[in-house]
Nanobody, 116 residues
Framework: QVRLVESGGGLVQPGGSLRLSCAAS????????MGWYRQAPGKQRESVAA???????NYTDSVKGRFIISRDNAKNTVYLQMNSVKPEDTAVYYC??????????WGQGTQVTVSS
């Protein structure tokens, strides 16, 4: 059974940092494109950052220069380093895995709250 398990969420002050991790029980993890999404209360889920199997990265404009996505294929893990966080970054963050053949998996989400 495929599982994506996020961790690292919590309460952080504005301007602080947080690192999210997503451990994936996927065979052939390295071929999957991995991504982080978030959903704030009353809003639609949005893509935050993504990294391809080849290591190419992209970010939504609101987090460029602040968030960094990375992956460790040896550990079947993807990370989201969140720096200079803002209250508007408050959301449930979800990990996503997308196979080249189209299959997609989601984690259960981890809450990030930015507040003083």
């Amino acid at each position: 059974q495929v599982r994506l398990v996020e961790s690292g969420g919590g309460l952080v002050q504005p301007g602080g940092s947080l690192r999210l991790s997503c451990a994936a029980s996927l065979s052939m993890f390295s071929v999957y494109a991995m991504g982080w999404y978030r959903q704030a209360p009353g809003k639609q889920r949005e893509s935050v950052a993504a990294i391809t199997s080849g290591g190419s990265k992209n970010y939504t404009d609101s987090v460029k220069g602040r968030f960094i996505i990375s992956r460790d294929n040896a550990k079947n893990t993807v990370y989201l380093q969140m720096n200079s966080v803002k209250p508007e970054d408050t959301a449930v963050y979800y990990c996503n895995a997308r196979a080249p053949w189209g299959k997609e998996f989601w984690g259960q989400g981890t809450q990030v709250t930015v507040s003083s």
